[in-house]
């Protein structure tokens, strides 16, 4: 895109006194957030430590939905996570550079790029999850900036139901990736979530799916956030460990 970002990287606290390497999950905001916003949510230096994991944060700008934009060359947000992020995390740190040492969780809009990115690049992740994500975006058709990226709905309709998880969890078929799918029981996502849910059952894809009391916030997310990073703690198997 021609463009810098931030991000935040956590290492375990073994991390500078050693030689070992480590299995990296990726953590990627909701709508409007940045790179700051999961270490402001959720204690991340305590699950490196905990999980002898990395976490790194990338800013999938506010409104990305982690897409390659058709309409907009500025906006190529799938690709920055999936190749650009990977590559340079793999080269300037000690991880374990290989698809079985990544994985990524996400909130939100960050729930519905987790989960797309696994189904486009089932090469480069074992796995996703997803906590209070949008599955379907034609349900949303005004909401969070989407038409910023896809186009007015109305025109683009066809787009729009390409880039939602609901068509995308077609790519997943027979691929054994590690999916969970987390929604609150009051959260407008929930329907969406529910037909995820569904579609995966009928395709034969296996997958977590959980519903709790809770709604779209962030207390939802810090709340059930440590299940995904203790699921994918031990579906993260590098070589030789």
């Given at each position: 895109m021609n463009r810098s970002f931030n991000a935040t990287v956590i290492t375990p606290y073994e991390y500078d006194n050693g030689s070992e390497h480590f299995s990296v999950i990726y953590m990627l905001h909701s709508y409007s957030g940045d790179f700051?916003?999961?270490s402001q949510l959720a204690p991340l230096g305590d699950y490196a430590d905990?999980?002898?994991l990395l976490f790194v944060c990338p800013d999938g700008n506010y409104n990305s939905w982690y897409l390659d934009s058709p309409i907009r060359q500025d906006s190529k947000f799938e690709s920055y996570i999936a190749v650009d992020v990977v590559s340079?995390?793999?080269a300037h740190f000690r991880t374990w550079a290989n698809?079985?040492?990544?994985a990524l969780i996400g909130s939100s809009m960050g729930g519905h790029g987790a989960v797309t990115i696994l189904a486009k690049h089932p090469d480069i992740f074992c796995g996703a999850g997803s906590i209070s994500g949008i599955m379907d975006l034609t349900e949303f058709p005004t909401q969070w900036d989407i038409h910023e990226v896809l186009g007015d709905y109305q025109s683009h309709a066809d787009s729009w139901r390409a880039s939602s998880f609901l068509t995308l969890c077609d790519k997943l078929v027979g691929l054994n990736k590690a999916i969970?799918?987390?929604?609150?029981?009051s959260d407008f996502a929930l329907r969406g979530?529910?037909?995820?849910?569904?579609?995966?059952?009928?395709?034969?894809?296996?997958?977590q799916y959980f519903e709790r009391p809770g709604s779209h916030v962030p207390s939802y997310v810090r709340r059930n956030v440590e299940a995904h990073v203790m699921y994918f703690d031990k579906i993260l198997l590098p070589p030789g460990k």
């Open positions: 700051r916003t999961w905990r999980y002898h340079f995390i793999d698809v079985h040492g990544r969970i799918l987390d929604c609150g029981t979530n529910r037909a995820a849910h569904e579609k995966l059952t009928a395709l034969g894809i296996a997958h």
